[in-house]
């Protein structure tokens, strides 16, 4: 069991910061339809309870790395909607000053290190953080979040073992959403129990129901005060689903629609609304509240970034170096 309680505000805080991260990326698709946003898009749309279990476990110094489908990532650490919005429309009021689009978001005041689109290269950046905290002498962790398809990079078993081997602080968490692209996990590797790839290195690991936001709370948890202790990396499986396609790209020939619908069964904002409901947390008039709290949220996140003007062409020299006058840079 957690050590951190499941209260009343858990499960309120659960239910709005999902609906948050539903709302901001169903607009988001909107959006990418109409050409507002251009480029990769990866929406996050079912995942939900992976982060907002997590961030119930977590401390605001705690960091956060992941991939490219990272928006979810972003609003869960506390960016802006306004400024994750700004951001895929690539104006320079953006997290990463229109830079970085959708995949490759920033926040560094949020301890929230990316948004990388190379498959699995944030999986040893991760573990770099994580060496940073203990190199420093903090017992702040990291959180590498990575999809089903980065485990089977070279990079992963070398970051296992030299996490293993010099006890970092460092969750890795593999958000298995059963595709790899639009290619499932049976297809790809002998071992489709994706958590056992860390047991040949002594890394605690173990499959969680990405679906539940208290089963990943409990887990995270755990995992969270091992690393607090000095007691070295975890390896948690969240077993989890995406509704909407690999990208905006993708026409999702490869999965059922019987298959679709039975995870919908088990949406993971209905859960906790229910469970909310059943245990008298709130009433409909609550609901309501936050529904017109959220949408009026993204509608300004949205009216931000049209508003919002282009980056300079001289943008293109900024942020490259950290040396200010650094002599190779050339107009």
């Known amino acids: 069991m957690s050590s951190i309680e499941i209260?009343?505000?858990?499960?309120?805080?659960?239910?709005?910061?999902?609906?948050?991260?539903?709302?901001?990326?169903?607009?988001?698709?909107?959006?990418?339809?109409?050409?507002?946003?251009?480029?990769?898009?990866?929406?996050?749309?079912?995942?939900?309870?992976?982060?907002?279990?997590?961030?119930?476990?977590?401390?605001?110094?705690?960091?956060?790395?992941?991939?490219?489908?990272?928006?979810?990532?972003?609003?869960?650490?506390?960016?802006?909607?306004?400024?994750?919005?700004?951001?895929?429309?690539?104006?320079?009021?953006?997290?990463?000053?229109?830079?970085?689009?959708?995949?490759?978001?920033f926040d560094k005041e949020n301890h929230f290190y990316g948004g990388h689109g190379i498959v699995g290269g944030q999986v040893p950046m991760g573990a770099g953080i994580a060496f940073a905290e203990k190199y420093k002498g903090t017992d702040n962790v990291n959180i590498t979040y990575m999809g089903d398809g980065a485990v089977r990079q070279g990079a992963l078993t070398e970051t296992f073992n030299m996490a293993a081997l010099w006890k970092l602080p460092v969750i890795f968490v593999c958000e298995n959403n059963g595709y790899a692209m639009g290619t499932s996990v049976e297809r790809t590797t002998i071992q489709?129990?994706?958590?056992?790839?860390?047991?040949?290195?002594?890394?605690?690991?173990?499959?969680?129901?990405?679906?539940?936001?208290?089963?990943?709370?409990?887990?995270?948890?755990?995992?969270?005060?091992?690393?607090?202790r000095?007691?070295?990396?975890?390896?948690?499986?969240?077993?989890?689903?995406?509704?909407?396609?690999?990208?905006?790209?993708?026409?999702?020939?490869?999965?059922?629609?019987?298959?679709?619908?039975?995870?919908?069964s088990k949406d993971p904002?209905?859960?906790?609304k229910l469970a909310i409901q059943k245990n008298g947390y709130a009433d409909d008039k609550w609901f309501e509240e936050i529904e017109a709290k959220i949408k009026a949220q993204v509608d300004e996140a949205v009216q931000f970034s049209e508003d919002s003007p282009w980056p300079e062409a001289s943008e293109l020299y900024t942020d490259v170096y950290v040396q200010q006058d650094y002599p190779y840079i050339r107009d």
């Open 269 to 272: 904002i209905e859960t906790v």
């Open 7 to 105: 209260t009343k505000d858990t499960y309120l805080m659960w239910y709005e910061s999902m609906l948050l991260m539903r709302k901001f990326e169903e607009k988001t698709g909107q959006l990418y339809g109409q050409q507002k946003i251009r480029g990769f898009c990866h929406l996050y749309i079912g995942q939900e309870a992976v982060l907002a279990g997590a961030m119930s476990v977590i401390r605001h110094e705690d960091s956060l790395i992941t991939a490219y489908r990272d928006h979810a990532h972003a609003l869960a650490k506390g960016t802006s909607p306004k400024a994750v919005m700004a951001e895929m429309y690539g104006k320079v009021t953006g997290c990463s000053k229109g830079k970085g689009g959708s995949m490759h978001m």
């Open 192 to 228: 489709t129990d994706i958590y056992k790839l860390g047991l040949p290195y002594g890394i605690p690991s173990s499959p969680v129901d990405g679906m539940d936001p208290v089963a990943v709370h409990n887990a995270m948890d755990e995992a969270v005060q091992r690393a607090r």
């Open 230 to 264: 000095g007691e070295g990396p975890t390896f948690l499986e969240m077993r989890t689903y995406r509704y909407k396609g690999h990208s905006m790209s993708d026409p999702q020939k490869y999965r059922t629609k019987e298959e679709l619908e039975s995870y919908k």
